[in-house]
């Protein structure tokens, strides 16, 4: 096991880098029901971007805990946050995944629930979409940028971001209310509203990942009181082909899918 129980390591995949005949090594590692969900894209971009974010979250498992790529069985049930079915050694594999398109990131964790999101830093956001993202704290300090700016669009899209992670972390996923959250600039959330019961919202934590000029990337994680630590390593779709080929997280066909 390469990976210890502090930190979060991050791997993220510029997918528009990858060829069109989408490398085989990539499609032989995924699961039965990750083919069926991958070949009902209509979009073969939209196909691409999940295949490429499935396999680099089986790469990135194989090289935290030395199994290979394609051995890990991966429950995924409808709404609900993917879990990691393969037990390992010393505790409890955890993983998260984001696709937005041309780019995707994984993260990975030991023992401690995590999510990550991105999305492309151009990407159009309604002004008004400020209201079902920001705290009422957030809203004043938002408002106090100009609205021509584009740092106060860049911001919110930040904020967006930031919190999909936490949510994702939490596996609820956006049926939580985000303007309920209120998050601070260490990326320590608080609750506005008490009648949301997640449990102890300090045990949680966001991290902004630097990804890139191209992408806002952030993690979330519950902390356990550890002082976890994101790494992050942008991965090139050719040294992801090489590792499913040649290095350790190179798999066997998962069972269901030979
Ligand atoms: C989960 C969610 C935030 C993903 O948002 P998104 O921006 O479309 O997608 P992302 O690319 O960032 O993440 C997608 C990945 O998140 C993971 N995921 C799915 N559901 C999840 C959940 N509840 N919690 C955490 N992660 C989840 C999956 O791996 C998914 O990958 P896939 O689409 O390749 O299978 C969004 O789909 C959502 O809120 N769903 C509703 C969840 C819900 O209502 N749950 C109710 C029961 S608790």
Request: include cysteine; glycine fraction near 6%.
């Amino acid at each position: 096991m390469s990976i210890d129980r502090n930190e979060l390591r991050v791997w993220s995949m510029k997918t528009s880098e990858v060829p069109h005949s989408i490398p085989s090594a990539y499609v032989k590692v995924l699961q039965r029901w990750e083919h069926a969900r991958a070949s009902a894209f209509v979009h073969e971009s939209d196909r691409r971007d999940y295949i490429c974010a499935h396999a680099l979250r089986r790469a990135l498992l194989a090289d935290c805990f030395g199994l290979r790529a394609g051995s890990w069985d991966i429950e995924q049930r409808h709404l609900q946050k993917p879990i990691i079915a393969t037990p390992i050694q010393h505790g409890t594999a955890e993983s998260n995944l984001t696709h937005t398109r041309g780019f995707v990131a994984v993260v990975v964790g030991l023992d401690c629930a995590v999510g990550i999101d991105a999305e492309d830093r151009n990407r159009h956001i309604e002004p008004d979409a400020a209201s079902l993202i920001c705290s009422t704290s957030e809203h004043d300090f938002l408002n106090a940028i100009p609205s021509s700016s584009p740092a106060r669009r860049e911001l919110l899209l930040h904020m967006w971001v930031r919190k999909e992670a936490l949510l994702k972390a939490m596996g609820v996923g956006l049926s939580f209310p985000l303007p309920a959250i209120d998050l601070d600039h260490n990326g320590h959330p608080s609750l506005s509203h008490s009648t949301f019961a997640i449990g102890a919202i300090s045990d949680w934590r966001i991290w902004n990942i630097d990804a890139g000029p191209s992408h806002l990337v952030a993690v979330g994680a519950h902390h356990c009181g550890r002082s976890l630590l994101p790494t992050h390593q942008a991965i090139n779709w050719h040294d992801l082909e090489d590792m499913l080929l040649h290095g350790n997280s190179l798999g066997q066909a998962n069972e269901d899918y030979r």
